[in-house]
């Protein structure tokens, strides 16, 4: 092995813009920004619906000015210059970073070579020497291996930090407009997550394999060479990222600033950042919702209200076309993401309150109840403490398959988190033959949140039932091989099924289905109501705002 190459960390292969994979040589290159390279044409040509909207005009790396033709740096082959004398007065702080490409040859020596140990000598009065030495050795192995991954670290989140200030520049330049700035951010997100796998493969290349203990290990354990290691790059990447937001935020930002931020951590990176307030921050002014002390008290006292009438049919058919414009019909690009959790053929995204540039006054009319819902209901004496994020749940269903699986909004109530759930409806002209009904598993006969549904009780199980019917229901013949049974034996039998009888009955009664008509709002504690949301014909919309207890 070459000793440069030994010595060397700076080696990787090059890989293709498009299927990330290495190869020796791309012979593919964007003849207009010359930064996009690729493994064929083929891969040129599917890249470039999202590469156009980064792409400009190669510019001398130095000047920054766009010549006919650029020279290129014989080394890396990444940077380009005007002339001589602009590459000669950049290098200086190019060749920190001017690396050329490994053969495939050279990352196979890396690979297979061990990196040679260097051993202390032992002086030979010294009892036991052989184990001495390898148990120091080894402690200096692991303490450099700390350092190690402590440093590259470091320079991952500088990586990141670069990345983040790339992707807020692209929001503010847009003017906060999703349609513009989302392609960019898409892009820069992808080639973020490339740079974390090339990092972390040429760290993994110069480690030898004593070498890799401890922090290495349990650093680098998820990018094996086994299978797929991307999804191992944006688990990585979305650790990071929520770092350094976390770092911008605690450090104090501008009001647009902060929305930025929080956009790209919730809905490009899924790093649940809400950066909660009080919700005296988001209080109504006065007139605005007029009468809502009833239902302030059910919420205290009952746990649950529908309240009706929050937006009209005009309002509603306004915002239902803004959510469909701007986020259904542009989820493809970046707008939506697949929902989690209990979710199925959904979409969801997160928007910012106060909201951005560019939202109509009746989105923004809507954001700002739901956001001052919960000043209302604290006010008016609800027992604990509330603390209300800032970003609000815009959730849509794919119609004919999208529903919502029975569950909890909160499934862990020892540990605080979510308290109670606000559900604001923003579809028009919403029938019963439309479906997508609220199923909400309710108290009998009251307006209150009910037990653990039947349908998730082990002992209430349609088996279990059948299994009860099937016993009770044999021919005349199989109940005279039965020994007789006495008088109270049978009591107690028409008892049992008298109860089961029931117990069916209130089943069928223990939920309740509300329509989800433009301007309907559902407020429940989010670790009591077991809820669902059906099946529904045509797109519906829906607000959700998740606030958490304080204390």
Same mark, same amino acid.
């Given at each position: 092995m070459p000793a440069s190459l030994a010595m060397s960390k700076a080696f990787y292969l090059p890989r293709c813009n498009k299927c990330d994979k290495e190869f020796e040589k791309l012979e593919v290159v964007c003849e207009r920004c010359r930064e996009a390279f690729y493994c064929s044409k083929e891969c040129q040509t599917k890249a470039w619906k999202n590469h156009q909207n980064i792409c400009k005009l190669a510019r001398c790396h130095e000047c920054d000015k766009e010549p006919d033709k650029l020279l290129c740096c014989g080394r890396c082959k990444s940077a380009f210059y005007c002339s001589r004398e602009c590459q000669n007065n950049a290098w200086k702080n190019h060749k920190k970073n001017c690396r050329r490409p490994i053969t495939v040859d050279e990352k196979a020596q890396l690979l297979e070579e061990p990196k040679p140990i260097k051993k202390k000598e032992v002086r030979p009065e010294a009892k036991n020497p052989a184990p001495a030495v390898v148990e120091e050795e080894e402690e200096n192995d692991d303490e450099d291996s700390v350092q190690t991954a402590a440093q590259f670290r470091q320079e991952l989140l500088s990586l990141t930090q670069v990345t983040n200030s790339k992707m807020v520049q692209a929001m503010q330049e847009s003017k906060g407009d999703p349609a513009k700035f989302l392609p960019q951010v898409v892009e820069l997100k992808d080639e973020y997550h490339r740079m974390i796998l090339d990092h972390v493969r040429v760290r993994n290349c110069s480690l030898s394999a004593p070498g890799k203990r401890k922090a290495d290990a349990e650093f680098l354990a998820a990018f094996s060479d086994d299978g797929d290691q991307l999804p191992a790059a944006v688990a990585f990447g979305r650790s990071l990222m929520k770092e350094v937001i !976390?770092?911008?935020?605690?450090?104090?930002?501008?009001?647009?600033?902060?929305?930025?931020?929080?956009?790209?951590?919730?809905? /490009?990176?899924?790093?649940?950042?809400?950066?909660?307030?009080?919700?005296?921050?988001?209080?109504?002014?006065?007139?605005?919702?007029d009468g809502f002390e009833p239902a302030a008290t059910k919420v205290r006292e009952n746990g649950f209200v529908s309240v009706h009438g929050l937006l009209d049919e005009e309002m509603g058919a306004i915002i239902h076309g803004e959510c469909k414009e701007k986020y259904w019909d542009c989820?493809? +690009?970046?707008? !939506?993401?697949?929902?989690?959790?209990?979710?199925?053929?959904? @979409?969801?995204? =997160?928007?910012? @309150?106060? $909201?951005?540039?560019?939202?109509?006054?009746?989105?923004? /009319?809507?954001?700002?109840?739901?956001?001052?819902?919960? /000043?209302?209901?604290?006010?008016?004496? @609800? $027992?604990?403490?509330?603390?209300v994020p800032t970003m609000a749940h815009l959730s849509c269903f794919l119609p004919g398959s999208g529903r919502e699986a029975l569950h909890l909004d909160n499934h862990n109530p020892a540990s605080g988190g979510r308290e109670l759930t606000f559900v604001l409806f923003l579809s028009p002209q919403w029938t019963e033959k439309h479906g997508g009904s609220f199923r909400a598993y309710m108290q009998p006969d009251e307006d209150s949140p009910g037990p653990r549904p039947a349908s998730l009780t082990q002992s209430e199980e349609p088996g279990a039932g059948l299994a009860s019917q099937k016993e009770h229901s044999q021919p005349a013949a199989n109940a005279q091989e039965e020994p007789a049974r006495d008088k109270g034996e049978q009591a107690v039998l028409a008892?049992?099924?008298?109860?089961?009888?029931?117990?069916?009955?209130?089943?069928?009664?223990?939920?309740?289905?509300?329509?989800?008509?433009?301007?309907?709002?559902?407020?429940?504690?989010?670790?009591?109501? =077991? /809820?669902?949301?059906?099946? +529904?014909?045509?797109?519906?919309?829906?607000?959700?705002?998740?606030?958490?207890?304080?204390?």
């Amino acid at each position: 092995m070459p000793a440069s190459l030994a010595m060397s960390k700076a080696f990787y292969l090059p890989r293709c813009n498009k299927c990330d994979k290495e190869f020796e040589k791309l012979e593919v290159v964007c003849e207009r920004c010359r930064e996009a390279f690729y493994c064929s044409k083929e891969c040129q040509t599917k890249a470039w619906k999202n590469h156009q909207n980064i792409c400009k005009l190669a510019r001398c790396h130095e000047c920054d000015k766009e010549p006919d033709k650029l020279l290129c740096c014989g080394r890396c082959k990444s940077a380009f210059y005007c002339s001589r004398e602009c590459q000669n007065n950049a290098w200086k702080n190019h060749k920190k970073n001017c690396r050329r490409p490994i053969t495939v040859d050279e990352k196979a020596q890396l690979l297979e070579e061990p990196k040679p140990i260097k051993k202390k000598e032992v002086r030979p009065e010294a009892k036991n020497p052989a184990p001495a030495v390898v148990e120091e050795e080894e402690e200096n192995d692991d303490e450099d291996s700390v350092q190690t991954a402590a440093q590259f670290r470091q320079e991952l989140l500088s990586l990141t930090q670069v990345t983040n200030s790339k992707m807020v520049q692209a929001m503010q330049e847009s003017k906060g407009d999703p349609a513009k700035f989302l392609p960019q951010v898409v892009e820069l997100k992808d080639e973020y997550h490339r740079m974390i796998l090339d990092h972390v493969r040429v760290r993994n290349c110069s480690l030898s394999a004593p070498g890799k203990r401890k922090a290495d290990a349990e650093f680098l354990a998820a990018f094996s060479d086994d299978g797929d290691q991307l999804p191992a790059a944006v688990a990585f990447g979305r650790s990071l990222m929520k770092e350094v937001i !976390m770092a911008l935020l605690k450090r104090g930002l501008s009001a647009s600033a902060c929305v930025d931020q929080l956009d790209l951590a919730n809905n /490009h990176f899924n790093a649940g950042i809400v950066s909660p307030r009080t919700p005296s921050d988001f209080a109504l002014e006065d007139g605005d919702l007029d009468g809502f002390e009833p239902a302030a008290t059910k919420v205290r006292e009952n746990g649950f209200v529908s309240v009706h009438g929050l937006l009209d049919e005009e309002m509603g058919a306004i915002i239902h076309g803004e959510c469909k414009e701007k986020y259904w019909d542009c989820r493809d +690009a970046g707008c !939506m993401r697949p929902s989690a959790g209990a979710a199925v053929d959904g @979409y969801e995204c =997160w928007l910012p @309150y106060p $909201p951005r540039k560019g939202t109509s006054p009746e989105l923004e /009319h809507a954001l700002r109840v739901i956001f001052g819902l919960p /000043h209302e209901i604290q006010r008016h004496g @609800y $027992p604990v403490r509330l603390k209300v994020p800032t970003m609000a749940h815009l959730s849509c269903f794919l119609p004919g398959s999208g529903r919502e699986a029975l569950h909890l909004d909160n499934h862990n109530p020892a540990s605080g988190g979510r308290e109670l759930t606000f559900v604001l409806f923003l579809s028009p002209q919403w029938t019963e033959k439309h479906g997508g009904s609220f199923r909400a598993y309710m108290q009998p006969d009251e307006d209150s949140p009910g037990p653990r549904p039947a349908s998730l009780t082990q002992s209430e199980e349609p088996g279990a039932g059948l299994a009860s019917q099937k016993e009770h229901s044999q021919p005349a013949a199989n109940a005279q091989e039965e020994p007789a049974r006495d008088k109270g034996e049978q009591a107690v039998l028409a008892d049992v099924d008298r109860e089961a009888e029931e117990n069916q009955e209130e089943r069928a009664e223990r939920f309740k289905d509300f329509e989800p008509e433009a301007g309907q709002c559902l407020i429940f504690r989010s670790r009591e109501l =077991w /809820h669902e949301l059906l099946v +529904a014909k045509r797109l519906q919309f829906a607000l959700t705002l998740f606030v958490q207890c304080a204390d």
